[in-house]
Structures are given as C-alpha cells and as structure tokens.
C-alpha cells in the first residue's frame, strides 16, 4: 500500500492568482462520488485562483468534463457530450469554449483524446488538478495564440496529491463527502479503476480530522468517508480503518458517519463490532458482491466466496443492530453460466439488499479481463440483469412490507421530486420532504416547512420503489 511521509504540498483551498480578466468555468461531472468530491476540489481551487465558476455550459468560457471509464457506455457519453456543447456554440453563433476532460478517461486515454473530431484542448489526470489554473490561464488568455504549443496533457500518478473541497462549496445538504484515501490495490480482473486512479494511498489521519472539524464548524453533523475501498485505509501501517472511524467519531458536533465502499474481504469482525458499537456510525453497508457463483468470483479476483460473504452479512446482523445492506452486481462476466447466474440470484433472496447496483459486464481495455473471451452474449446479458432487478425488486417488496406500520426516527434532508398523481393518490399532499434513516432508508413525507438537518420521527405508511411514504409523528 502507498503511503507516503514528510510535507505534503499544499493542494487544499487556493493557488495564486494567475492573471487579469480571469475566465469563467462550467464543471460538469460524471461517475462515482469521488468525481464529486474532486469536482468541488477543482472548484476550489479554480476559485481561489480568482476564476468565476458559472452554473451553465453556455456562460462559460472554459467547460471541464469529469468523467468516468468503468463502463464503454459511461465513457461514450462524454465523447457525445462533447459533440454536443461544440454544436450548441455553431447553433447560437458563440466562440467555441476552451474543453477540458478531467478524472478517469483523461488518466485512462490521455493524448488520445486530443485527436479527431470530437478532440478537447485540454486534457488533465486525477492527481494533477493544480495544474488547471496555470494551464487554463494559457489557454485564454488573449495575447497568446490559442493554437500555441502548450502543454495540454497532464497525466499520471502522485502519491502526494490529495485535494480537499472546500466544506463551504459542498452542495449535499447534510452529509459531506470527505475522501479519505484514493487509488485501489485490488486489481479485481474486470476493473478499470486501479489503472485510471493508481495504487492505493491514504490521506493522513491528521488531515482527515481537520477536514471534518472544518465540516462541523461550518454546520454539517455528517460526513461520508469515501474511497474505492475505505475499509483497507491504513495509514502507515498502524491506523486501520476501524481505528480511523473511532478518531472521527472523538469530533464534538459531528453526529453521523457514514462510508463507501466496503470490500468483503476487509469486513473484519473487529470493524464490524467498531461499527455496532459506536454511536455515530450509520447501520449501513455497501459491500458489492458483484456474483454469486465461487467459479465466476475467483475469475473476477474478489478474494472471497459467496459463502464466506454470507457469513460476513450473519456477522453484520449479529454486531450492528438495524444493518442494512446494499450492493454492486456485474451480469454476464466472461464464462458465467446460466448456474452461475443462478447462483447470484440465490445471494440476492438470501442478503435481502436494501439496494443492488446492477451492470452488464463491460469490457475495458487493458484490464486482465479482456484477454478472456466476452462470451455472453448481450441479449443474454440483458436478460440476465432484468431477471436479476425483478428478483431483488421482489425480495425488497417483501422487506418493504414488513416496515409498513412501523414508526422511524430520520433527518430531513431536503425537499423530494415526488409527487401525488391523480388515481394514485396516497392521501398526502405536497409539498413533499425527505428524511433519511441512519441506515440510510428515505422516507418522503408531507408538510409545508421542515428545517433540514432536523431529526423527527414518521410512521411508514407504504413505499414506492426504494422510497418509503411516512407521516409525520409528534
Ligand atoms: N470499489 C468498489 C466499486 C468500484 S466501481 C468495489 O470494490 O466494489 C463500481 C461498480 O462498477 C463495481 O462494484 C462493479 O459492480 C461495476 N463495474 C466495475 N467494472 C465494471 C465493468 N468492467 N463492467 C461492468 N461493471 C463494472
Ligand atoms: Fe475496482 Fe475491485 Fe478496486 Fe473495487 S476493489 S475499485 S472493483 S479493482
Ligand atoms: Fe468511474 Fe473513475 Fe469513479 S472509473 S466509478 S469515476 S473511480
């Protein structure tokens, strides 16, 4: 695992000014939650630097793409999007922006992308984000030609950059996103992630915890560690992640906590009991299993088999009280069977997920997957991921209804999208609220003025989907 010793540059809240008539700069972010947590870096930073962070694709003058390689869908996306905000400047008669591509795809394809149509002039890696206001201010500026040879790809790995959002920017209303470590040293054989964010390497714990103080003092009760496997954090050797969260849990104000994403492997006993012991901890586990079948697991390298998963989620009932779970399939992995299918389907009525995350098997290249044959084919596939959504939308039926009548404690998170349809109506009208469970369940319910933050109770009435409906209780 890297880890690393001495001075840490100083990649938090601004860089020096670098110049008149700065420009204006539209983010927009694709992927997992570390994209957002390194958008909100990259806005610091470009803020601090002196540039004007607009809302909207056409107020700007610069756009940066953050983008995500996991699948060759998430990945066809941003090339399309970029076609599309290079049209939207020819239709309405504006300059062409200056576009950037950030995150995963910019490590995963660098100089690629600044070739053919659908080209972007700035191409910039997940450690390198302190070189955008430098490499921005080029680019725009006036005097300087824009076809100038500048350096416009900056890729590859540093152990030492770790960025930090700026609390004030964070837009989640009550649970902070802080990345405690970045990279994976898993190289499970499908994954694209351990190439496009490099080996392992944690934030130090001194650096965590100031984060967080931040956090509180600027009003959040929340936080949720991230990282593509925050159970393996160990600072040098000698703080693991158990010991990790007793730290955070020592912050006077800070309320809850909670994490993603939980290998199986890492779900040791001891961090289960940290977990059902401390107060602040959420209930709550993402521990992608991704299969169900042995044979397929092995071929995938998670370093567990369905049966010790199991026994994993039998010690989590035993040690967290009120735990629930939620996970990451992948349908159609080179060789998988109709038996191994199977097999994920019985894990799936077994666990009962709160939430399952499921994908077609996409290939990426370079990974040690792509050298096996991608034999299922992709109406196979298709098949294979409906079946697998309509067994966990059964199974989750069958939890759901057990929670019916049953009255919660949740913390309003802010104002929900649902709404009451005429002939569906469930006796409420709106405005309608949302609440979360610290075993992160969401009850929407109704009423003209909740303060978000505020802990209050509700009586599960019925659900929609994954959303319970509730009535506020005195
Ligand atoms: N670090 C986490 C998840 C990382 S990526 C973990 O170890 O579980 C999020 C999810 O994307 C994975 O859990 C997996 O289900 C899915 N995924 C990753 N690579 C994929 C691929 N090549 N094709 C389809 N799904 C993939
Ligand atoms: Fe990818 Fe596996 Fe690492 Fe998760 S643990 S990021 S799936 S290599
Ligand atoms: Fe995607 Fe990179 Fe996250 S590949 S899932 S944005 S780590």
């Given at each position: 695992m890297a880890t690393f010793q001495g001075d840490l540059p100083d990649l938090t809240q601004t860089a020096a000014p670098v110049g008149e008539n700065l420009a204006s700069v539209y983010i927009e972010t694709y992927g997992c939650q570390m994209n957002v947590y390194d958008s909100q870096a990259i806005n610091g930073l470009l803020e601090g630097a002196g540039y004007n962070i607009v809302q909207h694709d056409l107020e700007a003058d610069v756009i940066l793409l953050n983008t995500c390689s996991i699948r060759d869908l998430a990945e066809h996306k941003v090339i399309s999007r970029v076609g599309e905000l290079r049209h939207r400047r020819t239709k309405t008669e504006m300059p062409q922006p200056v576009i950037g591509v950030c995150g995963c795809m910019a490590e995963r394809m660098g100089k690629d992308l600044r070739k053919g149509k659908r080209r972007v002039d700035l191409v910039v890696g997940v450690?390198?984000?302190?070189t955008l206001p430098g490499l921005i201010s080029k680019l725009t500026a006036k005097t300087i030609p824009q076809h100038a040879h500048e350096r416009r790809t900056v890729t590859g790995h540093r152990s030492d950059a770790h960025y930090v959002a700026p609390?004030?920017?964070?837009?989640?209303?009550?649970s902070h996103l802080v990345t405690i470590h970045k990279g994976c040293d898993y190289k499970c054989t499908y994954c694209i992630v351990p190439y496009t964010r490099g080996p392992q390497s944690e934030k130090s714990p001194e650096a965590i915890i100031e984060e967080i103080s931040g956090i509180v003092a600027g009003g959040g009760r929340e936080v949720t560690l991230l990282g593509q496997n925050v159970t393996a954090y160990n600072w040098q050797q000698n703080m693991d992640f158990a010991k990790l969260v007793e730290e955070v849990a020592e912050i006077d104000g800070l309320e809850r906590i909670r994490f993603l994403t939980g290998h199986p492997t890492d779900m040791h006993p001891h961090l289960m009991d940290t977990i059902g012991r401390l107060e602040k901890v959420c209930p709550w586990l993402h521990v992608p299993v991704q299969s169900g079948s042995d044979r397929v697991l092995r071929r995938m390298k998670r370093l567990y088999t369905s049966g010790q998963y199991l026994e994993m989620v039998d010690y989590a009932r035993q040690a967290i009280p009120n735990v629930t779970f939620s996970t990451d399939f992948i349908v159609g992995f080179p060789g998988e069977t109709e038996q191994d299918f199977q097999d994920t389907l019985e894990v799936t009525r077994k666990v009962k997920y709160d939430q399952a995350f499921c994908f077609k098997y996409s290939e990426r290249p370079g990974v040690p997957a792509a050298k096996l044959n991608d034999d299922v084919p992709d109406v196979e596939k298709k098949r294979r991921l409906a079946e697998l959504l309509a067994v966990q939308e059964e199974t989750w039926n069958a939890v759901a209804d057990t929670c019916v009548g049953q009255v919660w404690p949740g913390v309003v998170e802010g104002q929900a999208k649902h709404q009451s349809k005429p002939g569906q109506d469930d006796g409420q009208k709106g405005p309608f609220w949302r609440l979360r469970t610290s075993n992160n369940r969401k009850i929407i319910v109704s009423a003209d003025e909740l303060k978000i933050g505020a802990e209050l109770k509700a009586r599960i009435n019925g659900y929609k989907n994954t959303s319970f409906l509730g009535e506020l209780q005195d």
């Open positions: 450690d390198n984000y302190d609390p004030s920017l964070y837009p989640i209303n009550n």
